[in-house]
């Protein structure tokens, strides 16, 4: 049997994806990625391929572009975004997954890194609530999310701080 391949696919000069991602928390921080050429921060993940689960999408992908890999809850939410990109129509559907490096991960502690995948010229950054308004991520509809996220780690780790 063939190698699987990714969900995507062109219908009326549209492309469509499907894509899982991971929001990976650090101290009130989450992880993004861009390639180096691109101006835009992205949640770290990649396109689904065919009969993979998005957990195993995500596992996948970040153990190539960080050489770690991350534990992933269930599912969070699903985006649906439009967009162009390179002059191409897109259509994604994109499945959001809580993830969390390994305790002993030394990435915790860098701001800005580099992806271990060197042909894709990855970078990777933390960046807290208000940063997220700051740099220039997509899809822009995801911050929202993304800032709720945050206020929740926070207040989950004022509650574990006062039951000490």
């Not at 549209?14 to 949640?43: M, Y």
């Not at 997954?97 to 990435?107: F, H, V, W």
Request: net charge negative.
């Amino acid at each position: 049997m063939a190698e699987p391949t990714d969900i995507t696919f062109k219908i009326c000069n549209v492309r469509v994806n499907c894509r899982a991602v991971a929001i990976i928390l650090n101290e009130g921080n989450i992880l993004f990625q861009k390639r180096e050429t691109d101006p835009v921060w992205a949640l770290p993940g990649g396109k689904i391929a065919v009969l993979e689960k998005g957990k195993d999408t995500i596992n996948r992908e970040l153990n190539e572009e960080i050489g770690e890999p991350v534990e992933v809850s269930n599912l969070y939410n699903v985006e649906e975004n439009f967009f162009e990109y390179k002059g191409e129509q897109f259509h994604e559907y994109m499945f959001l997954y809580i993830a969390k490096l390994k305790e002993n991960s030394d990435l915790k502690y860098e701001k800005f890194f580099d992806g271990v995948e060197k042909q894709k010229h990855l970078k990777f950054a933390w960046f807290n609530k208000e940063e997220l308004d700051e740099y220039d991520i997509v899809p822009l509809e995801v911050k929202d999310t993304l800032k709720e996220i945050i206020d929740t780690y926070e207040q989950d780790v004022v509650k574990s701080k006062i039951r000490r």
